[in-house]
T-cell receptor, first 112, second 113 residues
Framework: AQSVTQPDIHITVSEGASLELRCNYS??????LFWYVQSPGQGLQLLLK??????LVQGIKGFEAEFKRSQSSFNLRKPSVHWSDAAEYFC??????????FGAGTRLTVKP | NAGVTQTPKFRILKIGQSMTLQCTQD?????MYWYRQDPGMGLKLIYY???????DKGEVPNGYNVSRSTTEDFPLRLELAAPSQTSVYFC????????????FGQGTRLTVV
């Protein structure tokens, strides 16, 4: 069955430090891959997406993610974290025609 | 720039009561979705619609019903509220079928007591 795993429930980084959030998926074909961010009390906002082509994709707010087929991973990165990046981050996989499966989320705390 | 609008933002229900969560979008998207979000569980798909008059079950449909009489509106109905339905509910829409970007509403926090 299709699944998305975000191994880290909670990550704390210092402001200015680099960030990597992990995402692994289980899916038979090459999936559509997404990272969403959710600020407290808000809906989800798309950070970036991968459909095909270049495996390194750039998103909004300085985020990027790399698709690695051999590792079934789509990790999210940012070189220098800002306090405003504190939020919950969700990896998602587009499956079939009408469904999107989400990971459980990783909560990011940014220390001053 | 309304996007996807959900009402109400918060609601407390008693066990056995019914209610409708409203969702409307102004982007002329054919595809609309209802998700529930529980702590540590990510989002689970309840129902989806590929166009007016067409709906189908998602991963966790039990206890819910939907209708899609117009492109804009996709209400979610809870007939007999149960404590297990305490959750945050998100409506989303997308212009094309699954695998494309979804636009989310701000959510409805529902508590059943």
């Amino acid at each position: 069955a299709q699944s998305v795993t975000q191994p880290d429930i909670h990550i704390t980084v210092s402001e200015g430090a680099s960030l990597e959030l992990r995402c692994n998926y289980s899916y038979g074909a090459t999936p559509y891959l997404f990272w969403y961010v959710q600020s407290p009390g808000q809906g989800l906002q798309l950070l970036l997406k991968y459909f095909s082509g270049d495996t390194l994709v750039q998103g909004i707010k300085g985020f990027e993610a790399e698709f690695k087929r051999s590792q079934s991973s789509f990790n999210l990165r940012k070189p220098s974290v800002h306090w405003s990046d504190a939020a919950e981050y969700f990896c998602a996989v587009g499956v079939g025609n009408n469904d999107m499966r989400f990971g459980a989320g990783t909560r990011l705390t940014v220390k001053p | 720039n309304a996007g996807v609008t959900q009402t109400p933002k918060f609601r407390i229900l008693k066990i056995g009561q019914s209610m409708t969560l409203q969702c409307t979008q102004d982007m002329n998207h054919n595809y609309m979705y209802w998700y529930r979000q529980d702590p540590g569980m990510g989002l689970k798909l309840i129902y989806y619609s590929v166009g007016a008059g067409i709906t189908d079950k998602g991963e966790v449909p039990n206890g819910y019903n939907v209708s899609r009489s117009t492109t804009e509106d996709f209400p979610l109905r809870l007939e007999l509220a149960a404590p297990s339905q305490t959750s945050v509910y998100f409506c989303a829409s997308s212009p094309r079928q699954g695998g494309t970007e979804a636009f989310f509403g701000q959510g409805t926090r529902l508590t059943v007591v």
